[in-house]
């Protein structure tokens, strides 16, 4: 699973662009909880608005693992930026493939050179998990559809200038494209997250806002959500493997430098031992998402589960090694002065979005049942 | 290829998801419950990499996917005009 030339390539402009424009501001920006001035303006120079998308459009076409790599490198810099670019893709990724061609020809240019910031509006306050249960509503009207209802836990909310909203017409779960501009839409910003705070989190209100349907009545849950989550998954399990390989660098600096007992905190075995488990979490996590990377570029249907998998593994990964990397730093690790204690609030909402933990649990177990009585005589 | 070898190729790959049930070809697998979204993703990937399609937004009609049978129909529509 070694680096083609051209990935490396990529990696080392990706790593570039993130020392220079995102690791200096990311704690400024988690402690003032706001997305630093200009940034989503040098994503977009750097021509990384558009990774998922087709050169017909502007779009980049990264293949699977330079995409991953990507998101790794935005993870070690800002967990907070990758998010917001996380959830701009999967609205990018689902007009791509769902969208009419008016509606490709209306977005995605824009989008790929970062115009329009997309934002992934799923979440309600008694739908979280539970997808099914949304009760934001859509009717037909004269001109397209009017949808109300509420959003919540909405990243790049404050930000976007569209949404990808999810609602029932009649029965149907559906989803629509929704302005930022429209009229009776309504934003509120969420503060005080535990992380991810710089993500620009927002609620949304919709009170008979004009929507654009995206795919069919019927299939917003199942393909339009589920192509967009799939991607989205995949970028939060490359995303924590660059936590836990932020963690794991700063730690691998403090205990060289960190004297205790007579001897620097690298000769203390019980350090070893957590930076031993620390390499190998990480690896393991990087190994797993690279598989998924692999199969989805092969458009393989295997992706769509190992993309499950690397996501629930890496999420779970990147808060064991946050919060190791914070028990060796000791008291400093628990303060604003070094990174991991972003890292390690940041890790924790890793293993809740995109699918939470128990959810990724649920659906892997499924799969590995079914799997079992296949093969059972 | 044949519509009976489309056929079995469906039936195979909703046979490895669905072991315990002896799925008939018009039964609907959506009221049978066994559908989640990764599932969905995975049969549209399927449909794609097994027969050289594209599943579009003009296809995205539930109805298409909902049986062996209709899955068929959706592939030979697709497909129809391709020399073998």
Known sequence: MD???????????FRAFVAEHVSPVADRADREQILPEGMIGRLSEAGLMGAVLSAEVGGRAFDAVTHGLLHEELGRGCSSLRSILTVHEMVALAISRWGSAEQREAY???????????????SEPEAGSDARSIRATAVESDDGYRLTGRKQWITAGRIADLFLVFARVGEKPSAFLVEGDAPGLSIEPIS??????AAMLARIDLDDCAADLLGA????????????????RYTVACGCVGIGQACL??????????????????????????????????????LMCRRAASRRDAADPRSIMDTSVSKY????????????????????????????????????????????SQIQQLLIAHQGIAAHRRSAP | ??????????????????????????????????????????????????????????????????SVDALVSMVESKTAGRKS
């Open chain 1, 249 to 286: 660098d700063a730690c691998l600096s403090y205990v060289t430098e960190r004297e205790q007992f007579g001897r620097r905190l690298r000769e203390h075995q019980l350090i070893q031992e957590m930076v031993a488990e620390m390499i190998v979490q990480v690896d393991a996590a990087r």
């Open chain 1, 217 to 232: 009545p019927g299939a917003g849950l199942s393909h339009v959500a589920g192509t967009a989550l799939d991607l989205g």
């Open chain 1, 192 to 197: 005080n997250m535990l992380g991810l705070r």
């Open chain 1, 108 to 122: 995605l240019a824009r989008m790929s050179r970062g115009e329009v910031l997309g934002a992934f509006a799923l």
């Open chain 2, 1 to 66: 290829m044949t519509q009976s070898a489309a056929r079995e190729r469906i039936r195979a790959f909703l046979s490895r998801s669905f072991p315990d049930h002896d799925l008939r070809d018009d039964e609907d697998i959506f009221a049978l419950g066994f559908v989640n979204s990764l599932f969905a993703m995975q049969l549209v990937l399927f449909v794609e990499k097994e027969f050289a399609v594209t599943v579009d937004s003009q296809d995205l009609d539930l109805d298409n996917f909902r």
């Open chain 1, 3 to 13: 680096l083609t030339s051209e990935q490396k390539t990529a990696r080392s402009g």
């Open chain 1, 313 to 356: 593994f890496a999420s779970r990964m990147a808060l064991r090694v946050a919060s190791d990397a914070v028990q060796i730093h000791g008291a400093r690790g628990c303060s604003a002065a070094y990174p991991v204690a972003r890292h390690f609030r940041d890790a924790k909402i890793m293993e809740i979005i995109e699918g939470s």
